[in-house]
């Protein structure tokens, strides 16, 4: 009994994932999605290294050369 509703439910996931593939515009809405996360990680990214630029280039400006 058990595996047969296995099986039922393995089935229905696969038609469900056939549906999925089988429209082309559902598969694509990920997309602006993922190229606005990726852009929102680059300027966070951005924003933390940007203070640590700043604080070396001063700490090494107000040094004595070496020579």
């Known amino acids: 009994m058990a595996i047969r509703?296995?099986?039922l439910a393995?089935?229905?996931e696969w038609e469900r994932?056939?549906?999925r593939i089988a429209v082309p515009?559902?598969?694509r809405q990920w997309r602006?999605?993922?190229r606005r996360s990726l852009?929102?990680?680059g300027k966070l990214g951005l924003l933390a290294v940007l203070p640590f630029f700043v604080l070396?280039?001063?700490s090494v400006s107000g040094a004595?050369?070496?020579s």
Do not use: C, I, M, Q
């Open 5 to 7: 509703k296995l099986k």
């Open 10 to 12: 393995a089935l229905r």
């Open 25 to 27: 515009g559902e598969l």
């Open 32 to 34: 602006p999605l993922a």
């Open 39 to 41: 852009v929102l990680a």
């Open 56 to 58: 070396v280039r001063g």
């Open 64 to 66: 004595r050369s070496w």
């Open 17 to 19: 994932l056939e549906r």
